[in-house]
C-alpha cells in the first residue's frame, strides 16, 4: 500500500469509528441523563468533525508535485493539526462549562441505567485500537496530522476511563461523581489540543530537529571517506520534513566531477532519514580557507551558526 493509500484509509477509518462513538454515546446520554457520558458524547462530535477535516486535509498532501507546489502539499498538515486542536479545546471548554454550572446549580442526579457504563467501556476499546492504530500509521509514514490524531486518542482512552468511574461512582450512591468525572473529561480534552498546538507550532516555525537527528546527519556527512570536515550545518522543519543545507571540506585538487561524486554521495546519505526532504551540499576546497582545523590536528566537524 502506499503512502497515499494509507493515510487516506487512516482518515477514513478514524471518522467511521468516531461517527459510530457519537450516536452510541448519544443514545447512552438520553437513557441515562449522565453527564459524564454527555461530556464523552461532545467529545466525540469534536471528533468525528475534525475527522472530516482530517480526511480532506490527508487527500490535500497525499496530492503529488506540480509546477505551483514543487515540494508538494505536505506542509498542509501543521495546519490540519492545529484546526484539530482549536476544535478540540473548544470542546473541553464546552464540557468543563457543563460540569460547573450542573455543580453549582445542585442539580446533580445519578444516571439510570446500565448503558452509560457499556457505552464507556466500548469507548474505552475503540479509543485504545485507534490509538495503536493511528499511532503506527504516523510513525510509518511520518505524518503530523495522524500523530495528532493518535495523541488525541490516547487521551480519549484516560477520559472515558475517567468518566467511567464518575458513572459507576455515581451509580453506587456518589452522584457528584458525575459532573466531577465531566469536569476531569474536559481537562483531558483541553490538555490534547495545547499538546497538539505545541508540536505542530515548531513544524511551522521551522524549528531545528532533535539533537540525535542533527548527530545523525553530521555522522552520515562525515562517513564519506573523501570528506575532511563539515560546517555550516542547518536542519530545520519545513512543516513536517526537514531541510538540511551544510558545507564539506574536501581536498583542493579534486577535479570538478570528482566533487560533484562526493557532493552526490552525500545528499543520499542524509536524503536515506525517514523525516528528511531535501538536503543541499556545497563543496568547499582546502584552499578557500574555510577548512577549520581543531587543536587535535584534526577538522573541525562544524556548527549551526553559519559563521562559524
Request: net charge negative; glycine share 8%.
Amino acid at each position: 500500500m502506499s503512502s497515499r493509500q494509507a493515510l487516506r484509509r487512516a482518515g477514513a477509518v478514524v471518522l467511521a469509528v468516531n461517527v459510530g462513538l457519537v450516536l452510541a454515546k448519544a443514545g447512552a446520554w438520553y437513557l441515562s441523563g449522565s453527564l459524564a457520558v454527555g461530556s464523552e458524547a461532545v467529545n466525540s462530535l469534536a471528533d468525528a468533525s475534525y475527522s472530516l477535516v482530517i480526511l480532506a486535509g490527508l487527500y490535500l498532501t497525499t496530492q503529488p508535485p506540480d509546477l505551483e507546489h514543487p515540494h508538494g502539499h505536505e506542509r498542509i498538515e501543521p495546519f490540519v493539526s492545529l484546526f484539530i486542536a482549536g476544535a478540540i479545546i473548544l470542546a473541553g471548554l464546552a464540557i468543563l462549562y457543563g460540569a460547573v454550572t450542573a455543580v453549582l446549580a445542585g442539580s446533580v442526579e445519578a444516571p439510570a441505567g446500565a448503558s452509560a457504563v457499556a457505552v464507556l467501556i466500548v469507548a474505552i476499546v475503540a479509543k485504545l485500537w485507534l490509538y495503536r492504530y493511528c499511532k503506527g500509521v504516523a510513525e510509518r509514514e511520518n505524518s503530523p496530522a495522524v500523530a495528532a490524531t493518535a495523541v488525541d486518542n490516547r487521551n480519549d482512552v484516560l477520559a472515558s476511563g475517567a468518566a467511567l468511574l464518575g458513572v459507576a461512582g455515581a451509580q453506587v450512591g456518589y452522584p457528584i461523581l458525575d459532573p466531577v468525572a465531566a469536569g476531569v473529561v474536559a481537562i483531558f480534552v483541553c490538555y490534547s489540543g495545547i499538546d497538539i498546538v505545541r508540536d505542530n507550532l515548531n513544524y511551522l516555525l521551522g524549528a531545528a530537529p532533535p539533537e540525535p537527528l542533527r548527530e545523525e546527519i553530521l555522522a552520515r556527512a562525515h562517513a564519506h571517506p573523501d570528506v575532511e570536515g563539515v560546517h555550516d550545518v542547518i536542519a530545520h522543519y519545513v512543516g513536517p520534513e526537514i531541510d538540511v543545507s551544510l558545507h564539506i571540506e574536501v581536498e583542493g585538487d579534486r577535479t570538478l566531477a570528482e566533487a560533484h561524486d562526493i557532493e552526490s554521495a552525500v545528499v543520499e546519505s542524509i536524503r536515506d532519514l525517514d523525516s528528511v526532504d531535501d538536503v543541499f551540499v556545497h563543496v568547499d576546497p582546502k584552499e578557500l580557507g574555510e577548512w577549520k582545523v581543531s587543536s587535535d590536528g584534526g577538522s573541525d566537524e562544524g556548527s549551526d551558526d553559519p559563521e562559524a
